[in-house]
């Protein structure tokens, strides 16, 4: 399943600015969650789609919640 939707797009976005303006290094999110470094890169510049599952353990290897990347209606 891709998050490629809209609020999918905007989640990325948020989680992308999030882990930049915290420091988070890439190279540590891709050893943490078994994820080529190149995939994270593309993923964090917005070049390709992430999946729902690549989502899911991003935010849980920054130890945050998956609604608070996702704009509230």
């Given amino acids: 399943m891709d998050v490629q ?3 999918g797009l905007e989640a990325q976005k948020a989680l992308s600015q ?3 303006a915290h420091g988070v290094k890439q190279a540590a999110i891709a ?4 994820m080529r470094p190149h995939r994270i890169h593309e993923i964090m510049r917005l070049k390709t789609e992430m999946k729902a599952s690549e989502f899911l ?11 608070d990347f996702v704009k509230k209606e």
């Fill in 5 to 7: 939707t809209t609020r």
């Fill in 57 to 67: 353990s991003i935010c849980r290897f920054i130890d945050k919640e998956p609604n």
């Fill in 31 to 34: 050893r943490a969650i078994g």
């Fill in 18 to 20: 999030w882990i930049d």
